[in-house]
Antibody
C-alpha cells in the first residue's frame, strides 16, 4: 500500500524557516517524481514544486528562491525547505507522488501538514 | 503559465442528477489533464487522467472528455458521496497548474 506521511508543520514567525519532510513507503520510491502541493485555508490547490528521480527540480515561479525540494532515495523521503516565510505561505502542504510512465498526474497524496506563518 | 478555468465555480444539484463541469486551458494540453475530487479536511483524490482514463477503483459514473483546450467531467447520476469540490489540473508543461475548483453542493 502506498503511503506518504508528511511531518514538520507548525507555527512559524514571518521571516522564519521550516523544513517539511515526507516519508514514502509501499512503492519503489527512486522511480517516481515527487511533488509538493499546498492549499491555503478555504482556497484551491497550488503546485509548489517537483523533484525528479534524477534529483533535478522545478519550482513555482512565485516561490523560486525561497524553497528547495530535495530527496533521499536511501531513506525514501522527500523534503521541502522553505525560507523567508510570509503569512501568505500559511497552508496545508501535501506530499504527492507523480504517476510516471505515459502520464504525469498526481496519483497518491499524503494527509497534509499544516504550516501557519504568524507572529 | 497555462491558466486553467473551471465552470461553474459552484453547482447545486440533486441525487440522481447528471452534472457536467468544464475546464478550459489557455493553451493546448493535448490530453494531459487530470481531475481530482476533494472533500473537506481530506487530501484530493485522483479520478481521471489523460483527460478520459479512470483511475483504478473510480466508479464508471465519472466520465472525462475533451482534448486540446476544453475538457469536461461528467457525473452521470449523482450519489450522496459525490458532493465535494472538483479540480482539474494540467500536466502538459511547467508549472503544473490547477483550476480554481468547482464546489458541487446538494440542492
Amino acid at each position: 500500500e502506498v503511503q506518504l506521511v508528511e511531518s514538520g508543520g507548525g507555527l512559524v514567525q514571518p521571516g522564519g524557516s521550516l523544513r517539511l519532510s515526507c516519508a514514502a513507503s509501499g512503492f519503489t520510491f527512486s522511480e517516481h517524481y515527487m511533488d509538493w502541493v499546498r492549499q491555503a485555508p478555504g482556497q484551491g490547490l497550488e503546485w509548489v514544486g517537483r523533484v525528479r528521480n534524477s534529483h533535478t527540480t522545478e519550482y513555482a515561479a512565485s516561490l523560486r528562491g525561497r524553497i528547495i525540494i530535495s530527496r533521499d532515495d536511501s531513506e525514501n523521503s522527500v523534503s521541502l525547505q522553505m525560507d523567508r516565510l510570509k503569512t501568505e505561505d500559511t497552508a496545508v502542504y501535501y506530499c504527492v507522488r507523480v504517476r510516471g510512465g505515459n502520464t504525469w498526474h498526481l496519483d497518491y497524496w499524503g494527509q497534509g501538514t499544516l504550516v501557519t506563518v504568524s507572529s | 503559465d497555462i491558466q486553467m478555468t473551471q465552470s461553474p465555480s459552484t453547482l447545486s444539484a440533486s441525487v440522481g442528477d447528471r452534472v457536467i463541469i468544464t475546464c478550459r486551458a489557455s493553451q493546448s494540453l493535448g490530453n494531459s489533464l487530470a481531475w481530482y475530487q476533494q472533500k473537506p479536511g481530506k487530501a484530493p483524490k485522483p479520478l481521471i487522467y489523460k483527460a478520459s482514463t479512470l483511475e483504478s477503483g473510480v466508479p464508471l459514473r465519472f466520465i472525462g472528455g475533451g482534448s486540446g483546450t476544453e475538457f469536461t467531467l461528467t457525473i452521470s447520476s449523482l450519489l450522496p458521496d459525490d458532493f465535494a469540490t472538483y479540480y482539474c489540473q494540467q500536466y502538459n508543461s511547467y508549472p503544473v497548474t490547477f483550476g480554481q475548483g468547482t464546489k458541487l453542493e446538494i440542492k
